[in-house]
């Protein structure tokens, strides 16, 4: 049972984490989120689930001596009561301080798993420039203070067995000595005999409550894990759905941003932004880094939301739509391509489950990936590595293009798609690019100006805002920031304009 549980549990934080939105994992770090679903998981079952057995025998137990101890001396039991805030106040005092460290010290473990994923991630740069000491060095440190903590922490947590031994046995000196008194005193309410009994049935509670007061303080240090885990199942997802949603949306006629700004904390990144994109159509979205060209591209999927005006296709506001029915229109393909640890056919495959094999290699044809892909002896079978690092950057970002070919949809985003290429890559997956852009809706953000001389409209956004558009040639004429910009990248051609 207790292995079903913590299974349900990790399903549940696994199903909450895919379903968050972006802005969620640029706040948090990736090994945290790691180290709930991992080690704060594991906390809970060993500290919590290992102790609810004991939780629910000891106190029945106990329960049933002391009824004992009353039937046979109210007086005396009455006394034994009246220790125990003593007791209960020391070993919850305790407790508070364990469930704090223990919440510092899982907090620490995911900063230690953040160090290490961020290490694996960039371990190339950390030998390109021989910062190898350096960052071990890091861990080091960071390691040493967990370290600390955590013997901190199971120095309380190990306190707990000989202060409940030390307890019981303060009570049974204080009884006895008590209930000596009430054996020769003048009242003659309990007799020998029935003192020894007495203190024999209550001798049999001391192991049961140490028990207890065992699981407590595990309990205590599972409930800091159990804390964190909440505040991943609990965090508000922030993109919602209507009720009764568009499941299946359709695509005809425009796109068109009305009167829409976006903020991510308190400046506006996005202002006044209005657009029509016809369907069939390509807009280039160019401009300063930072501009907002991205967060343009970001709203129409619904990866964040608007906070004033509204997004809407063929006329209907995108929040009419489900996520699944809005995102089922578009395909996106991104500056840093994103695999996956497998093969080519599942990575090509990822957004059209029941696709054959003769589809997925007529995508890898039209995106020029299957030139490379057939040199391998299990061709679309073969596995792709940790995010495709058996792959170079070209031939990871015509993977990403056949995949998108394959799901074929009305709506493309490209994000910087060439930016990062080397000619003959960017020549190769330029081509696979045009050939997927036809007769499709094209929202690109270009990088090198020359791949969208040919679009139907070009937006400057800089500081948020739309400073220019029209075609290329019309921007060219008007001198301003498009000009700039194009005249940085080719001099020799403005050259000849002149």
């Known amino acids: 049972l207790r292995n079903y549980v913590i299974r349900d549990l990790r399903n549940s934080i696994f199903g909450k984490i895919v379903k968050m939105p972006l802005s969620f994992y640029t706040n948090e770090r990736k090994g945290d989120i790691i180290s709930r679903m991992t080690s704060d998981v594991q906390e809970v079952e060993w500290s919590i689930m290992s102790s609810i057995e004991m939780i629910f025998r000891d106190p029945v137990t106990i329960i049933l001596y002391f009824t004992t101890l009353v039937l046979m001396s109210s007086q005396l039991t009455l006394f034994a009561i009246m220790l125990l805030p003593i007791s209960i106040l020391i070993i919850s005092r305790i407790g508070k301080s364990l469930k704090k460290q223990s919440r510092q010290g899982q907090r620490r473990m995911g900063i230690l798993v953040s160090t290490l994923e961020e290490t694996l991630t960039g371990m190339r740069i950390i030998k390109a420039f021989n910062a190898e000491d350096k960052v071990n060095e890091r861990f080091t440190g960071m390691n040493n203070l967990f370290t600390r903590l955590m013997i901190r922490i199971f120095r309380r947590r190990y306190l707990a067995s000989p202060l409940s031994e030390f307890m019981g046995s303060l009570v049974m000196i204080i009884l006895t000595y008590y209930g000596g008194s009430l054996v020769l005193g003048n009242e003659g309410s309990l007799s020998s005999e029935e003192f020894i009994a007495y203190i024999v049935i209550f001798?049999?509670?001391?192991?049961?409550?140490?028990?207890?007061?065992?699981?407590?303080?595990?309990?205590?240090?599972?409930?800091?894990?159990?804390?964190?885990?909440?505040?991943?199942?609990?965090?508000?997802?922030?993109?919602?759905?209507?009720?009764?949603?568009?499941?299946?949306?359709?695509?005809?006629?425009?796109?068109?941003?009305?009167?829409?700004?976006?903020?991510?904390?308190?400046?506006?990144?996005?202002?006044?932004?209005?657009?029509?994109?016809?369907?069939?159509?390509?807009i280039a979205l160019v401009g300063p880094s930072g501009g907002g060209k991205s967060t343009f591209a970001d709203l129409l999927p619904r990866f964040f939301d608007t906070v004033q005006g509204e997004i809407l296709i063929d006329g209907i506001p995108i929040r009419d739509f489900s996520l699944k029915g809005l995102r089922s229109l578009m395909g996106i393909v991104t500056q840093?391509?994103?695999?996956?640890?497998?093969?080519?056919?599942?990575?090509?495959?990822?957004?059209?489950?029941?696709?054959?094999?003769?589809e997925v290699i007529e995508a890898a044809k039209i995106a020029n990936a299957w030139e490379f892909i057939s040199q391998y002896p299990n061709h679309i079978y073969t596995n792709i590595g940790e995010c495709g690092d058996k792959l170079s950057g070209g031939q990871k970002q015509r993977v990403s293009i056949a995949r998108a070919v394959l799901k074929n949809p009305p709506i493309l985003i490209l994000d910087e798609a060439t930016s990062a290429l080397d000619t003959e890559s960017e020549r190769l997956?330029?081509?696979?690019?045009?050939?997927?852009?036809?007769?499709?809706?094209?929202?690109?953000?270009a990088h090198r100006l020359s791949t969208i001389v040919h679009a139907d409209e070009i937006l400057v956004i800089d500081h948020g805002e739309i400073t220019e558009r029209g075609k290329h040639d019309e921007l060219l004429k008007q001198n301003g920031m498009y000009r700039k910009l194009y005249e940085i990248q080719n001099k020799h051609v403005i050259d000849g304009l002149a």
């Open 203 to 282: 001798s049999q509670i001391i192991n049961p409550a140490k028990s207890f007061s065992q699981a407590y303080y595990n309990i205590q240090k599972g409930l800091a894990s159990l804390e964190r885990i909440e505040e991943i199942l609990n965090a508000d997802i922030k993109i919602h759905e209507k009720e009764n949603p568009i499941n299946e949306p359709t695509f005809n006629k425009a796109i068109e941003y009305r009167d829409v700004y976006f903020r991510y904390e308190t400046d506006d990144v996005l202002k006044n932004i209005n657009a029509k994109i016809e369907k069939g159509s390509t």
């Open 336 to 358: 840093q391509p994103i695999l996956f640890n497998d093969t080519f056919f599942n990575n090509i495959a990822f957004g059209k489950p029941d696709a054959t094999e003769e």
């Open 429 to 445: 997956v330029q081509d696979a690019l045009t050939k997927l852009m036809a007769n499709r809706t094209s929202i690109v953000i």
